[in-house]
């Protein structure tokens, strides 16, 4: 089945302790995403990924970390979690990051993440 | 500053009739436009999209239209079901230019079908 899969779904941590949830994808996409869902906000762009190696920031880099090694894995990484970044993340992949018919991007499942 | 704006959170429409959610742009680089359904506990999932070449592109109960001109997308659910219940995101990109292939989205729309 074709899927982007988030791990853990939950989390709860406390400040400053590092942590690192990952996201994988089986579709063979090249460009992979970061967001976070906030109430109010919708969806902010953190990190995103056009291919291996290839890495950039998105609206809401602040604090976070991204690497792409291999084409199906992009993990977000926290190097020292801190209260704000309490929110809903979500990892999202498409074939292509050019625009168009093949812009879709697939969502994993989320994972909430509270930092105490 | 919100490149993209869905300025109703929430709407609430009787089953069978047509729930029309808006979405306003600003950055005339725009040329791709999506709308993602997004259930609680669940990732977003893509529902329909409309190049800036059209003004409409429809899918089975599911019709965006887009005004170019007025920098204006509106999905039209007909009819609508209790099933469509969920938060609607309003998303656009751009095919040249910095950032392109990025997802710039609204701050969601939450629809209630009500049976």
């Known amino acids: 089945e074709a899927q982007v899969t988030q791990n853990p779904r939950y989390l709860i941590t406390v400040t400053g302790k590092k942590l690192t949830v990952t996201c994988s994808q089986n579709m063979n996409h090249e460009y992979m995403s970061w967001y976070r869902q906030d109430p109010g906000l919708g969806l902010r762009q953190i990190y995103y990924s056009m291919n291996v190696e290839v890495t950039d920031k998105g609206d809401v880099p602040e604090g976070y970390k991204v690497s792409r090694k291999e084409k199906r894995n992009f993990p977000l990484i926290l190097e020292s979690p801190s209260p704000n970044q309490t929110s809903l993340y979500f990892c999202?992949?498409?074939?292509?990051?050019?625009?168009?018919?093949?812009?879709?991007?697939?969502f994993g499942p989320g994972t909430r993440l509270t930092v105490l | 500053d919100q490149q993209v704006k869905q300025n109703s959170p929430s709407l609430s429409v009787q089953e069978g009739r047509i729930s029309i959610l808006n979405c306003d742009y600003t950055n005339s680089m725009f040329d791709y436009f999506l709308w993602y359904k997004k259930y609680p506990a669940e990732g977003p999932t893509f529902l329909i999209s409309?190049?800036?070449?059209?003004d409409k592109n429809e899918d089975g109960r599911f019709t965006v239209f887009l005004n170019k001109s007025a920098k204006h997308l509106s999905l039209h659910i007909v009819p609508s079901q209790p099933g469509d219940s969920a938060v609607y995101f309003c998303a656009a990109s751009r095919t040249y230019g910095g950032s392109q292939g990025n997802l710039i989205f609204g701050k969601g729309t939450k629809l209630s079908v009500k049976p």
């Open positions: 409309i190049s800036s070449i059209k």
């Open positions: 999202a992949s498409s074939l292509s990051f050019l625009a168009g018919v093949s812009n879709e991007q697939f």
